[in-house]
């Protein structure tokens, strides 16, 4: 009838386009369920088109990779791909006005990075040349060889990100592979950087005109940060995809929270202190030239908001990097007492495993690939410890982590957060539970968060 069969339609039209493929059988979904589609991909293309409106490139980079979370069709995300101009850009500098003096071009992929770093921790070689007396030599920082060197540095960059963006276009799996691959594009960019950065710090330290202050590991810290964010999804996804046994997590929350949460916190706290100090220098020089705007930039540093941009971050990853330590330890304890099936010594080999795991590290040289010998010699020494010591500090670290993200909840409205708090109250009071009483089983449960699991008592 009408309702049943779309007037006009024929299913079988286009069989014979086909490719020739093992016969399969394809199911045509109802009226209902084809309405139910159609108006979630308007809702999805309706996301996709505010992304034109977004400024900058880092934020940018949290839209592409929180709509690709939400597990969108193939079709939204290629839309998403599409809009994004930058992407289809040559890597060139583009002027900022039309030839016929026009409204500005729409920046080009190289200066939205150039913008992006600048704005992560305020390079002095990126910064406007400081006033310099008449008669003395200008910074050799903003030289026309270091304009170029720049220009090329960044033209170089397009690769690697404009790939983290098209990566993102993938399903959840294949993302993973994508990153493995990333990882060995961002390790040359890594390199030049090093490079860069050396002969930077040698032009502010010694060249004429030089300010005498160190220019060092600038650009480094801006690609480390975004290597190290890679890193964790790499690492995290293992978990939404089901790729680890339950006998592997203890290695895999070890390599986070001794490795790359710290790592990443470190980085952090660079950039951090650093563009805190920038932006206290500028108020500064505000009030110097007039006092018009003293009460407020008085008023803008209050209660530190502006002196600490990155606060809020770094203890998000605190957080997580203190949950890893309580899963760690409390997945050591539940192994010695049997809670957790281990693949038979005969047909095992952990160092194959821990290699397989994190191999797509190994081509990076920040940082370095944390061997097997030093997580075995950590893990020996974890399992000296008593059973009732391992629970009690797996639940202080989750008391920690619980206390941090309430913290951050204040400034921060977040469902993820709130279901992190969640996990963490339930997770500490199961292995303070399992301190007093360590006979009872447990069970694991990935219904709030897809990497952070529930403990649950059986």
Same mark, same amino acid.
């Given at each position: 009838?009408?309702?049943?069969?779309?007037?006009?339609?024929?299913?079988?039209?286009?069989?014979?386009?086909?490719?020739?493929?093992?016969?399969?059988?394809?199911?045509? !979904?109802?009226?209902?369920? =084809?309405?139910?589609?159609?108006?979630? %991909?308007?809702?999805? %293309?309706?996301?996709?088109?505010?992304?034109?409106?977004?400024?900058?490139?880092? /934020?940018?980079?949290?839209?592409?990779?929180?709509?690709?979370?939400? $597990?969108?069709?193939?079709?939204?995300?290629?839309?998403?791909?599409?809009?994004?101009?930058?992407?289809?850009?040559?890597?060139?500098?583009?002027?900022?006005?039309?030839?016929?003096?026009?409204?500005?071009?729409?920046?080009?992929?190289?200066?939205?990075?150039?913008?992006?770093?600048?704005?992560?921790?305020?390079?002095?070689?990126?910064?406007?040349?400081?006033?310099?007396?008449?008669?003395?030599?200008?910074?050799?920082?903003?030289?026309?060889?270091?304009?170029?060197?720049?220009?090329?540095?960044?033209?170089?960059?397009?690769?690697?990100?404009?790939?983290?963006?098209?990566?993102?276009?993938?399903?959840?799996?294949?993302?993973?592979?994508?990153?493995?691959?990333?990882?060995?594009?961002?390790?040359?960019?890594?390199?030049?950087?090093?490079?860069?950065?050396?002969?930077?710090?040698?032009?502010?330290?010694?060249?004429?005109?030089?300010?005498?202050?160190?220019?060092?590991?600038?650009?480094?810290?801006?690609?480390?940060?975004?290597?190290?964010?890679?890193?964790?999804?790499?690492?995290?996804?293992?978990?939404?995809?089901?790729?680890?046994? !339950?006998?592997?997590?203890?290695?895999?929350?070890?390599? %986070?929270?001794?490795?790359?949460?710290?790592?990443?916190?470190?980085?952090?706290?660079?950039?951090?202190?650093?563009?805190?100090?920038?932006?206290?220098?500028?108020?500064?020089?505000?009030?110097?030239?007039?006092?018009?705007?003293?009460?407020?930039?008085?008023?803008?540093?209050?209660?530190?908001?502006?002196?600490?941009?990155?606060? /809020?971050? @770094? =203890?998000?990853?605190?957080?997580?990097?203190?949950?890893?330590?309580?899963?760690?330890?409390?997945?050591?304890?539940?192994?010695?007492?049997?809670? @957790?099936?281990?693949?038979?010594?005969?047909?095992?080999?952990?160092?194959?495993?821990?290699?397989?795991?994190?191999?797509?590290?190994?081509?990076?040289?920040?940082?370095?690939?944390?061997?097997?010998?030093?997580?075995?010699?950590?893990?020996?020494?974890?399992?000296?410890?008593?059973?009732?010591?391992?629970?009690?500090?797996?639940?202080?670290?989750?008391?920690?982590?619980?206390? @941090?993200?309430? /913290?951050?909840?204040?400034?921060? $409205?977040?469902?993820?957060?709130?279901?992190?708090?969640?996990?963490?109250?339930?997770?500490?009071?199961?292995?303070? !539970?399992?301190?007093?009483?360590?006979?009872?089983? @447990?069970?694991?449960?990935?219904?709030?968060?897809?990497?952070?699991?529930?403990?649950?008592?059986?």
């Amino acid at each position: 009838g009408e309702e049943g069969r779309v007037r006009g339609f024929e299913p079988l039209a286009n069989q014979r386009l086909l490719p020739p493929t093992f016969p399969r059988y394809t199911e045509i !979904v109802s009226r209902e369920e =084809a309405v139910r589609y159609m108006e979630q %991909l308007v809702v999805r %293309l309706n996301t996709v088109t505010t992304v034109t409106t977004i400024p900058s490139f880092h /934020t940018t980079l949290d839209f592409f990779q929180s709509f690709s979370a939400t $597990s969108p069709c193939v079709l939204s995300r290629s839309v998403l791909q599409l809009l994004y101009t930058p992407l289809h850009t040559p890597p060139t500098r583009q002027p900022t006005v039309s030839i016929a003096a026009g409204p500005p071009l729409p920046p080009g992929f190289p200066e939205l990075l150039r913008d992006s770093c600048k704005s992560f921790m305020a390079p002095p070689c990126l910064l406007l040349s400081p006033r310099t007396s008449p008669g003395l030599p200008p910074s050799p920082l903003h030289t026309l060889q270091v304009r170029l060197c720049l220009d090329t540095f960044f033209s170089q960059c397009c690769r690697p990100f404009g790939l983290l963006l098209q990566a993102t276009g993938h399903n959840r799996a294949r993302q993973r592979d994508k990153i493995s691959q990333l990882l060995e594009e961002f390790s040359t960019v890594q390199e030049e950087a090093d490079r860069l950065d050396n002969m930077l710090n040698t032009l502010s330290l010694s060249g004429d005109g030089a300010s005498g202050k160190p220019h060092s590991l600038f650009l480094g810290t801006w690609l480390l940060y975004h290597v190290l964010k890679l890193m964790v999804r790499y690492t995290l996804s293992g978990f939404e995809l089901e790729l680890y046994s !339950v006998h592997e997590w203890a290695m895999v929350w070890w390599y %986070l929270y001794e490795l790359l949460y710290p790592w990443l916190i470190n980085c952090l706290h660079r950039a951090d202190t650093v563009l805190s100090e920038h932006m206290e220098n500028m108020d500064r020089d505000k009030r110097d030239r007039g006092g018009k705007g003293k009460k407020k930039t008085k008023a803008t540093t209050k209660k530190g908001v502006r002196a600490r941009p990155y606060l /809020t971050e @770094i =203890a998000c990853y605190q957080a997580h990097a203190n949950m890893c330590a309580g899963y760690y330890k409390l997945m050591v304890a539940a192994r010695q007492e049997n809670k @957790i099936l281990i693949p038979n010594p005969q047909f095992d080999n952990e160092l194959v495993r821990y290699e397989h795991r994190f191999g797509a590290f190994a081509n990076l040289l920040t940082p370095p690939l944390m061997p097997y010998s030093q997580f075995k010699e950590v893990l020996e020494h974890t399992e000296k410890a008593s059973i009732k010591t391992l629970y009690t500090a797996a639940s202080r670290d989750f008391g920690q982590a619980r206390q @941090i993200l309430e /913290t951050v909840q204040a400034s921060v $409205s977040d469902e993820e957060i709130l279901n992190l708090i969640t996990i963490n109250k339930t997770n500490f009071v199961v292995a303070s !539970v399992l301190a007093r009483d360590s006979k009872r089983e @447990i069970d694991f449960e990935f219904s709030l968060h897809q990497n952070f699991p529930t403990i649950k008592l059986v």
